[in-house]
Structure formats: structure tokens, C-alpha cells
Nanobody
Framework: EVQLVESGGGLVQAGGSLRLSCAASGFTFEDYAIGWFRETPGKEREGVSCISSSDGSTYYTDSVKGRFTISIDNANNTVYLRMNGLYPDDTGVYYC???????????????????WGKGTRITVSS
């Protein structure tokens, strides 16, 4: 059974930090690009950040560059998203996603996602 299990969401004040985790199982981890999408109020689902399990290349949407850092633990099939300097606009539901590709293209131009997590909510208060 394929699973992407997110953890680490919660309530934080503006300027604060959170770390999200995504534990993957049930598929060949190194064949996938894995990362995070988010749904924020009034906006469409957005590709936030992605990392390639095969070569470690990364993608960040412009609004999070310099604040968020994605990393991978291939030994434990887990992807992390460290989020610093959070803004109220970062509030939303964050979904872990996996796309069978060596690259993070689907986070830039949506080409489909093979597996989704159930999401974890982040609320940033002002």
C-alpha cells in the first residue's frame, strides 16, 4: 500500500518556523520527485517545493525562496520541509506529493501527481 504521511503542521506566529515531514512507503522512492503543494485561501493549489530522489535537485516557488528548505533522507524514505520566516500568507493545507520522474517539472507546470498525502494544516497568525 502506498502511503505519504505528513506531520509537523500547526499554529505559529508570523516570523516563526515549522518543519514538515513526509514519510513515504509502498513505492520505489528513488524513482520519484517528491515535495509539497499547498492550498491557501482564495488561491489554486500551488507547487511549493520539490526534491528529486535520484539526484537531489530542488525546486522552490518564488514566494518561498530563501525561507524554505527541502531535504531528503533516502535511508528512511522521508522528505522534510523546513519553513522559516513564515508569513500569514503561508497559511493553508500542505500536501506531500510524489511524481514518478527524475525532475520536479510537475511542480512548475502541473503534469500530474502519482501519489498524494492527506495534508497537514499550517496557520500563521499575524
Amino acid at each position: 500500500e502506498v502511503q505519504l504521511v505528513e506531520s509537523g503542521g500547526g499554529l505559529v506566529q508570523a516570523g516563526g518556523s515549522l518543519r514538515l515531514s513526509c514519510a513515504a512507503s509502498g513505492f520505489t522512492f528513488e524513482d520519484y520527485a517528491i515535495g509539497w503543494f499547498r492550498e491557501t485561501p482564495g488561491k489554486e493549489r500551488e507547487g511549493v517545493s520539490c526534491i528529486s530522489s535520484s539526484d537531489g535537485s530542488t525546486y522552490y516557488t518564488d514566494s518561498v525562496k530563501g525561507r524554505f528548505t527541502i531535504s531528503i533522507d533516502n535511508a528512511n524514505n522521508t522528505v522534510y520541509l523546513r519553513m522559516n520566516g513564515l508569513y500569514p500568507d503561508d497559511t493553508g493545507v500542505y500536501y506531500c506529493a510524489a511524481h514518478r520522474s527524475k525532475w520536479c517539472t510537475s511542480w512548475i507546470v502541473y503534469l500530474g501527481i502519482d501519489y498524494w498525502g492527506k495534508g497537514t494544516r499550517i496557520t500563521v497568525s499575524s
